[in-house]
């Protein structure tokens, strides 16, 4: 009879194919791979391990207090597990991708993970379509803060302080400029999971969680242009729009699916420009894509 291997507990911290780190508790790093072909393990799902050698198989995670993740009707991406904040990332110089901000959020919505918004590069100045999407997402509760990742590290630290932050954004806006100029550990943590996979110089090409204290840590995501939602469900996608809550419910019908019914009060509300029609299409352009 083979004897049974001794197991511990570990941190996954990135995933490479079939291949994860995992961070133990005394701060070093093992490569692990799954049990049988099942790859369903996210950046920041805690693990039970068998030991073996310099490897380890992954037999169990602990239940996730919060998965984000995207979906569309041929597959699905976990991104991260067991975060507690979104930091969603814009740039000042980059053009805002309001579809992509609102995905995240409603992902996150969904999730009950808070949700913040920074402003990157406010250094080189704020636009006036800066000014206006900041006015707009402090209307929406999510409070954006104009920052630059060089000199406002404190500020971002503060913020994050005794969350699991999951950061997202468009490839270009500065989240690897905010890891870097926030903890120390990235380079010599990538450096390390690169010799064990003799791959070259990181990139931002996975998710990769950073502890930066017993009780902040951050996962820094590949930069994104789309983010799908097929696991939404249908009748429960305007819970996640804060500006529509106050009209749910006092629709004619029911089954009031917010789009074309008459006597709608989500649809009088964008008619009065209470609600943004941008975000109103946008809605129905999830809703549309969920439902097939």
Known sequence: MKPDLPTIKGTITSAHGRHYAVELADGSIIMAYPR??????????ECVIDLSGAEGRIIAIDDRSSIF?????????LIAANVTMLVMVVATDLPINHSLITRCLIAAEQQRIKAKILVNKSDLGLTTSIK?????????????????????TDAILKMIKNERVVLIGQSGVGKSTIVNNITDTAYART????????????TTTHAQLYKLDETTSIIDCPGLQSFGLKHIEPQNLANY??????????????????????NCKVIDAVNNELIKLGRWKEYKKILSEIRR
């Open 132 to 152: 206006q999407f900041i006015t707009e997402y402090t209307r929406l509760g999510y409070d954006p803060i104009d920052i630059s990742a060089i000199t406002d």
């Open 191 to 202: 450096a390390s999971i690169s010799a064990k996979l003799r791959t070259g110089r990181h």
């Open 36 to 45: 049988g072909r099942a790859t369903k393990y996210a950046c920041g799902d």
């Open 241 to 262: 729009f804060s500006e529509f809550l106050p009209y749910l419910n006092q629709c004619q019908f029911d089954n009031c699916t917010h789009t074309v019914e008459p």
């Open 69 to 77: 993740w995207r979906s569309d009707t041929y597959k699905q991406k």
